[in-house]
């Protein structure tokens, strides 16, 4: 085998950096031989990886130089753009022929991303598959319908371990989807699983019956995917299998295609806690366009900015006030930073107990509580800092009150109102990964101004 | 089986909740065989979700009253502050006796828990055992030496299917890492890994030699384990060999335990991304003291706080300008603010870019090019909305001339600075993610005044 051992992740990169030196240079010397002795062996998600790198003529020629089967196992590791340049040129029979090879979760991830020849493709391929992808196209796109492959081995509880282990063979099984066998009845209902490992070392005349386990999670086709990505990491299964209403089989959610998720989940959650939207599907940063990458950003930035603008009004309506100490605006940016800077705070760390399933709804008085106490105790140590820092600019002792005091209340209010927005979210079914780090910082903004002018006048007698 | 299909979390949340219900219901009988009958046939995650939210005298109660085995698969469940609170009062030898029972990732987790105590647990425990752990114990905390175990199953290319099957179910291994084969050589040396699901659909003749794959990604002790999240997430593998620098087999790391580590850090990069140091090791929300839970948050506060503070010195610099003009400092908060939000966007995208392996330190002037296109874009759409409104509210042309120009450069720096920190992150070998929104809005507060306020004295002629 090939050593990859010493720094596994640099090698990597060099591995999939080799890959693309390679193909680059195939692609100039324009052979096509040279190409596919190139590709021979690779794995998909490398090829993948290299196609991201590429323009759109080479992913084409690339592309064009797999074969049927590879095809289909590399188009499902791309981002929707890519799918559309590589096989967007295509006739509808060959993008057909591509979805035969596919399993039915896979060619559902790809059938969308040709909406014009959708039905074209779909009489062309071969009639129960096009039925089992047409049902997955009925769910939700982030859901456990869309995710379910039809590749699970039904067992019966009356095999014997032994047998079992012959009939798999006989059956000639896909094996990708082994690792776990799905005893059900005559009429497809789940009755227990039972790992293949555990079929292994059992004794030989033991009966599936007897070895299944029957205290099981699943799920329902409309599931959210990152439900069942939590589900599988709480239970440590390997797979998940998704029943209709009656306790049917309709398929299982394997755990690779949840990794999957799980990475595409929480990277997605960072963008958003940034405050960028991540769109329907991912896609990888190059192959964005910059008009796409900033429609989805502006957005948002226009709403922050519509609301930042009260904090103009805050301060025209104090207009007499900052006339009389010109020194009451120096203390403006500190102020609302601090107090935005201890939101983000509190923010990120309900959206991880929310996340974990560490906080729940029930909590919620427990939880404003306690981040209303940090908050306070908070603001009580950079009170004395800032006022420690505001004699030491030769600030008066009322200024200095002033702003000490502000940022014992500011800081108490943005802990506050940063645990009681995730929690709002959750509860109005919201993902509370969805309120952003700027979005608690331009509410606590234009509050946090008002505090301090008020405290000013009250504090300074302006 | 117990049916929960419809709406899985819900059901799951119930499932717990029902534990606690009973669990509190059995503590308060003060029964011990009642909590026994209610902890029976529970799973070891759910027990665990269920003691975070007991007291310390109910975790304990609850946790001596499983069994031996039991209460290893509970312990490896919990945060290190739980595995204390149960752990902690158990004597030497019983914390021995509960690590004889555990795999040796769990134990190395569990085992530096006890620090003064250690080396009594391990002269305690098996040798074998205690030395297998030791060894855990010299890799660092988040390495996958740390995460390895030694339960995987060694087999020789030269046995054939139906033979290996036949070996298997007599070497009566431990059937929990069953998934991958892994051949060896005489030296311990690994030559292929064949997945049990292969061996059980080949012929039963066909040799492992010819079924195992040889092109394999291994990692060693040293590489962290978020990279082995990420590697097995891209290959879609089940297992991940750990090879000593001559290739000897270590141990395998099974994905179940890589999926709770991407859950883990996922949700730990937007504590990060949030500005809250998330320590050592993860601990749930309710476990956390609140002296704790402060010092996590202190350190970046008063960090950003005294970089804060420089936004004061930039103001004192324009003392006569502000003075003169007060309707400048109207302005401030929404200027700074909306730098802030286009920065932490622009962090938030290339965190996930970075860690995604999508953009590589080869791609940084691509991507500085890039985003400051982006940013000189976004800079106009708002510059020019923010020129309506300085008009709309009745500003001189001058200042809103001023105003839109600084939203216009403010934007475009606020963009070129969120896409050079972290790569310059990355360069010095800094996680990307620990790049805070806080610590951008921090570092484009003081600089986007200082923008705004030489482009009034510029332009208004102060």
């Not at 959650?269 to 769109?279: A, C, N, T, Y």
């Not at 957005?299 to 100490?325: Q, Y």
């Not at 008066?396 to 500011?410: M, N």
């Amino acid at each position: 085998m090939k050593h990859q051992t010493n720094n596994l992740k640099k090698n990597h990169l060099i591995h999939t950096e080799e890959l693309e030196r390679q193909l680059r240079a195939a692609l100039e010397r324009r052979q096509a031989t040279a190409l596919k002795a190139v590709l021979q062996g690779q794995h998909p998600a490398n090829i993948g990886d290299v196609l991201e790198r590429l323009n759109v003529a080479q992913r084409r020629r690339v592309f064009n130089a797999l074969e049927l089967a590879r095809q289909a196992d590399v188009l499902a590791e791309l981002a929707p753009n890519l799918v559309r340049d590589v096989a967007g040129p295509l006739k509808v029979g060959q993008i057909a022929a591509i979805v035969d090879a596919m399993p039915m979760d896979e060619a559902a991830y790809i059938i969308p991303m040709f909406p014009r020849r959708r039905s074209a493709i779909l009489e062309a391929v071969e009639p129960k598959h096009a039925l089992d992808i047409q049902r997955l196209l009925q769910y939700p796109v982030h859901s456990a319908g869309r995710m379910m492959t039809e590749k699970f081995v039904r067992v019966h509880k009356d095999w014997r371990a032994a047998d079992t282990l012959v009939r798999l063979r006989r059956m000639n099984a896909d094996v990708e989807t082994l690792n776990n066998l799905y005893v059900v009845d005559d009429e497809e209902r789940l009755e227990g699983v039972v790992s293949l490992r555990e079929v292994v070392v059992a004794p030989a005349r033991k009966k599936l019956g007897e070895l299944m386990n029957t205290q099981l999670v699943s799920v329902t086709p409309e599931t959210d995917r990152e439900d069942v990505a939590r589900l599988l990491s709480h239970y440590d299964y390997l797979s998940m299998p998704v029943l209709d209403p009656g306790g049917r089989m309709l398929g299982i959610i394997p755990v690779d295609d949840v990794i999957d998720v799980l990475a595409a989940e929480s990277t997605e959650d960072i963008l958003r806690f940034g405050g960028v939207e991540s769109g329907p599907v991912d896609q990888p940063y190059f192959t964005i366009s910059i008009k796409n990458a900033i429609s989805r950003r502006i957005g948002w930035l226009l709403l922050l900015f519509v609301a930042e603008t009260l904090t103009g009004m805050v301060l025209r309506h104090f207009e007499s006030e900052l006339a009389a100490v010109v020194a009451l605006s120096f203390f403006i940016p500190l102020l609302i930073g601090t107090g935005g800077n201890t939101g983000a705070q509190t923010v990120s760390t309900l959206i991880r107990g929310l996340a974990l399933g560490e906080v729940t709804l029930r909590d919620s008085w427990k939880v404003i509580g306690r981040e209303l106490l940090s908050g306070l105790i908070i603001g009580l140590l950079l009170g004395t800092v800032s006022y420690m820092r505001a004699k030491f600019w030769g600030s008066s002792d009322a200024l200095a009150l002033t702003v000490s005091l502000s940022v014992l209340v500011i800081c108490t209010w943005a802990n506050t109102i940063g645990s009681l927005i995730p929690l709002l979210a959750q509860r109005f079914k919201i993902d509370p990964a969805a309120v952003s780090a700027p979005l608690i910082t331009t509410l606590v903004d234009a509050t946090g101004l008002a505090i301090y002018l008020y405290i000013a006048k009250a504090v300074m007698g302006l």
